[in-house]
């Protein structure tokens, strides 16, 4: 069974920094191309960024580019998210998602989400 | 820039009725190796979002029969033949002909 945990998410001042995780299991990680896709309270869903099976490249939405840095750890099966220059709308529960592929810009199972809220 | 809309932004519907929701992108989704880069996802209330069809009209793994996916090119519709009492929450399309793109969802819930 395809297992995503995240974790990390609290409550952080604007400008500040977090870093955000997921745990994956149930599948061969390193096959896979992952995502971070958010949802702003009562909003819908926004794609943010994605990296692809060996970590060698990496795409971010224009609202999170420079601010934002995606990463993986193939040896622990687990993602990150560095979170930099942290604003009142990156707001939001954050979900990891597994890639179709190891390239893929589709996902097809979800984690449970991690709320980052920015606030002072 | 592309974008994606969905109509309706709700629907409420009776039991055991057919619903269909309309998604239309800005630009073709249609690769040019044939394959069309369009999903569906469902959230219920309170859960993470789950993928019910992809590349059109493929339904993903576990995902009922009652789910079907239809279109081409820029329009999209996803139908379900006789909704049911758990199938109430918001439905959004995706593409990933580009970097991925939600449409704004579309809300279901029972009469």
């Known amino acids: 069974e395809v297992q995503l945990v995240e974790s990390g998410g609290v409550v952080v001042h604007p400008g500040g920094s977090l870093r955000l995780s997921c745990a994956a299991s149930?599948?061969?990680?390193?096959?896979?191309?992952m995502h971070w896709v958010r949802q702003a309270p009562g909003k819908g869903l926004e794609w943010i960024s994605l990296i692809t099976w060996n970590g060698n490249d990496a795409y971010y939405a224009d609202s999170v580019m420079g601010r934002f840095s995606i990463s993986r750890d193939n040896s622990k099966d687990s993602l990150y998210l560095q979170m930099d220059s942290l604003r009142t709308d990156d707001t939001a529960l954050y979900y990891c998602a597994k890639g179709t592929n190891g390239v893929s810009w589709s996902f097809d199972y979800w984690g449970q989400g991690t709320l980052v809220t920015v606030s002072s | 820039d592309l974008v994606m809309t969905q109509t309706p932004l709700s629907l409420s519907v009776t039991p055991g009725q057919p619903a269909s929701i309309s998604c239309k992108s800005s630009q073709s989704l249609r690769h040019s190796g044939g394959r069309t880069f369009l999903y569906w996802y469902l959230q219920k209330p309170g859960q993470s979002p789950q993928l019910l069809i992809y590349e059109v009209s493929n339904r993903f793994s576990g995902v009922p029969d009652r789910f079907s996916g239809s279109g081409s090119g820029t329009d999209f519709t996803l139908k379900i033949s006789r909704v049911e009492a758990e199938d109430v929450g918001t439905y959004y399309c995706m593409q990933s002909l580009h970097l991925p793109l939600f449409g704004g969802g579309t809300k279901v819930e029972i009469k």
């Open positions: 149930g599948f061969t990680f390193y096959h896979y191309a």
